[in-house]
T-cell receptor, first 110, second 111 residues
Framework: KNEVEQSPQNLTAQEGEFITINCSYS?????LHWLQQHPGGGIVSLFM???GKKKHGRLIATINIQEKHSSLHITASHPRDSAVYIC????????????FGTGTRLQVTL | DTAVSQTPKYLVTQMGNDKSIKCEQN?????MYWYKQDSKKFLKIMFS???????INETVPNRFSPKSPDKAHLNLHINSLELGDSAVYFC??????????FGPGTRLTVL
């Protein structure tokens, strides 16, 4: 079983919908990351968080350390949000190492 | 002005050959990484260097040898390529404990 699990694996939404992607992990962590992989293959870091909530534009990331769970929300979704969203964690004591989830493929249609 | 660059972008080669992938970052970061993304799009760390010192080596076959001539460069040399080495290889960099900046990836196809 992977140390980082994401759900759903695939998600289709209509433009304007509110989207939630979930991430659960089974190890102690120092930080959790959300990444976006574009259809062209490039990977961009969206958030790094160790507690609470962060917001950037239409994206919001939350984390509950006690429940070992994080969510990525996208408000007012747009076709350009179509991508694979990847959750990754820094296991405790390994500041540089990232352990990845399997990703959530999001398709936003008009 | 690319932050993390990799060359080549595509690499097609025969089984048994030796090949290298180069990575450079101009962000002044101390730490650099190599990741492998398999055909199912799953990412896994291979190596990490901090200030030219190897700090992570994740049970990668010793046919893979990273080399960091300085903290801005981390190259990956692969000997005796096998079919299973076909994947996309991503380089990344960061300050220790900070978020990572990824290169564009190198798609390696072994025939």
């Amino acid at each position: 079983k992977n140390e980082v699990e994401q759900s759903p694996q695939n998600l289709t939404a209509q433009e304007g919908e509110f989207i939630t992607i979930n991430c659960s992990y089974s190890v102690g962590i120092s930080a959790l990351h959300w990444l976006q992989q574009h259809p062209g293959g490039g990977i961009v870091s969206l958030f790094m968080l160790s507690s609470g909530k962060k917001k950037h534009g239409r994206l919001i990331a939350t984390i509950n350390i006690q429940e070992k769970h994080s969510s990525l929300h996208i408000t007012a979704s747009h076709p350009r949000d179509s991508a694979v969203y990847i959750c990754a964690v820094n296991p405790t004591g390994t500041a540089s190492k990232l352990t990845f989830g399997t990703g959530t493929r999001l398709q936003v249609t008009l | 002005d690319t932050a993390v660059s990799q060359t080549p972008k595509y690499l097609v080669t025969q089984m048994g050959n030796d090949k290298s992938i180069k990575c450079e970052q101009n962000l002044g970061h101390d730490t650099m990484y190599w990741y492998k993304q398999d055909s199912k799009k799953f990412l896994k760390i291979m190596f990490s260097y901090n200030n030219k010192e190897l700090i992570i080596n994740e049970t990668v076959p010793n046919r893979f040898s990273p080399k960091s001539p300085d903290k801005a460069h981390l190259n990956l040399h692969i000997n005796s390529l096998e079919l299973g080495d076909s994947a996309v290889y991503f380089c990344a960099s960061s300050q220790v404990g900070a978020w990572q900046f990824f290169g564009p990836g190198t798609r390696l196809t072994v025939l």
